[in-house]
């Protein structure tokens, strides 16, 4: 079955550069989410888009904005990156009125 | 806002023994209960999950029990191998988001010795 895809898998950047991230969700998945996790952390929410309109936002830093597109794909664009941007970026897809969220498998950032 | 919390943070069992992996949650309105399965290097897997209108809910050697009365939900892993050896988090969805983001659990790192 098709799942989230998630480009690139590694990001390496320093400080104060730009980084975006692309996410492709299922097939007929209209809300995707995106989540940071730190090592050892749990997956915190960052924002979330249905039917290409911002639907519910997180702990997102003001430096990142995200959007979704006409095909349903999203993309993290973060600026004037830190330190503390390192992280697994995570994105996720649902299917118009459910529930269950599918994570795709990630984006490594460092920032060095 | 929703906290979740999840007991124990690491648990270790022998091979064929059983897993059991608590979570408590704080808003009395969440209906929507998932299991994740996080592998090293890999994205959260959804092995399961249980909506309030239910007590329980078996798929093979997972299960998952609810109990809305006290705000807890628990995972049973029965005949544990050492493919199950991974990173579980519950979740519940935040308050007022309707089936949006959700809020995690710091997560129990599980490791099954053969």
């Known amino acids: 079955a098709a799942g989230v895809i998630q480009s690139p898998r590694h990001l390496i950047k320093e400080k104060r550069e730009t980084a975006t991230l692309k996410c492709y969700p299922i097939?007929?998945?209209?809300?995707v989410y995106w989540y940071q996790q730190g090592p050892g952390q749990d997956p915190q929410f960052l924002i979330s888009?249905?039917?290409?309109?911002?639907?519910d936002k997180g702990s997102i830093p003001d430096r990142f904005s995200a959007q979704q597109f006409s095909d349903y794909h999203s993309e993290l664009n973060m600026s004037s990156l830190e330190l503390g941007d390192s992280a697994l970026y995570f994105c996720a897809s649902s299917r118009p009125g459910v529930y269950e969220q599918y994570f795709g498998p990630g984006t490594r950032l460092t920032v060095t | 806002g929703e906290n979740v919390e999840q007991h124990p943070s690491t648990l270790s069992v022998q091979e064929g023994d059983s897993a059991v992996i608590k979570c408590t949650y704080s808003?009395?309105?969440?209906?929507?209960f998932p299991w994740y399965k996080q592998e090293l290097g890999k994205g959260p897997q959804l092995i399961i999950d249980?909506?309030?209108?239910?007590g329980e809910k078996k798929d093979q050697r997972i299960a998952v029990t609810l109990n809305k009365t006290a705000k807890h939900f628990s995972l049973h892993i029965t005949e544990t191998q050492p493919e199950d050896s991974a990173v579980y988090f519950c979740?519940?969805?935040?308050?007022?988001?309707?089936?949006?983001?959700?809020?995690f659990g710091a997560g129990t790192r599980l490791a099954v010795h053969p």
């Open positions: 979740a519940a969805p935040a308050p007022g988001g309707g089936y949006n983001k959700l809020i």
């Open positions: 888009f249905y039917e290409k309109m911002q639907s």
């Open positions: 249980i909506r309030s209108n239910v």
């Open positions: 808003d009395s309105a969440s209906n929507y």
């Open positions: 097939p007929r998945h209209d809300t």
